[in-house]
């Protein structure tokens, strides 16, 4: 099985550009996740779908957005840039997503997409 | 916010050493995920361990939990060189939050 892919891998985007990241899950997953990866911050949480619904947003602006497709695909967009949303941007993929209750599933990670702001 | 922090954050030694990396988590949890992270690259799955789970072994990979402690380890036995790399713990805190939530990582470096 292919693995989870995102694209585009690098990106140059200058302060109040939007930009838009892509993320394929595994086939068969039907639960993505978006984090934020920072030097300062660390890898934080942004949003989780599953079946076109977000289930989940972490705490971050109304900037930032995404949505997921009836293939499962999944886009995010950051509007109107600012410098310190220079980050790698990370995507996974589940079969069900994270449940209470006691279902956990592995969420498998894409190679990031590294965005620069400038 | 941070729910796990690891200790140590850096953590250097000699290729067939061992490695041990711990990681503390501060809500009850569904289950505890350890990954591993080349320089700034997507990061991989290593072992999950559930919360009813004390140890679980994968390879040369041993983690155990100590949910009274809220506390866990990664020992990385025999270590390569291509052992080096950031490891983070991720936690999946109980209430279906439909998230993960990571500690700042632990730096190894494994030295030929």
């Known amino acids: 099985k292919a693995g989870v892919t995102q694209t585009p891998r690098y990106l140059i985007k200058t302060r109040g550009q939007q930009v838009t990241l892509s993320c394929s899950p595994i086939s068969g997953h039907r639960s993505v996740s978006w984090y934020q990866q920072t030097p300062g911050q660390g890898l934080q949480f942004l949003f989780e779908?599953?079946?076109?619904?977000?289930?989940n947003k972490g705490n971050f602006p109304g900037r930032f957005s995404g949505r997921q497709f009836s293939n499962s695909r999944s886009e995010m967009n950051v509007s109107t840039l600012e410098l310190g949303d220079s980050a790698l941007y990370l995507c996974?993929?589940?079969?069900?997503?994270?449940?209470?209750?006691?279902?956990?599933?592995?969420?498998?990670f894409g190679p990031g997409t590294r965005l620069l702001v400038l | 916010s941070q729910q796990g922090e690891e200790d140590p954050q850096a953590l250097s030694i000699q290729e067939g050493e061992n490695a041990t990396m711990n990681c503390s988590y501060k809500?009850?949890?569904?289950?505890l995920q350890w990954y591993r992270q080349n320089s700034g690259r997507g990061l991989v799955h290593l072992i999950l361990?559930?919360?009813?789970?004390r140890e679980k072994h994968s390879g040369r990979l041993r983690v155990t939990l100590d949910t009274s402690k809220k506390s866990s380890s990664l020992l990385i036995t025999a270590s390569r060189a291509a052992d080096t790399a950031s490891y983070f713990c991720?936690?999946?805190?109980?209430?279906?939050?439909?998230?993960?939530?990571f500690g700042a990582g632990t730096r190894l470096a494994v030295h030929p």
């Open positions: 361990i559930r919360s009813n789970e």
């Open positions: 996974a993929s589940s079969l069900e997503g994270l449940a209470g209750g006691g279902l956990s599933e592995t969420q498998y």
């Open positions: 991720a936690t999946d805190r109980a209430g279906g939050y439909n998230k993960l939530i």
């Open positions: 809500t009850s949890i569904n289950n």
């Open positions: 779908y599953f079946s076109e619904t977000q289930r």
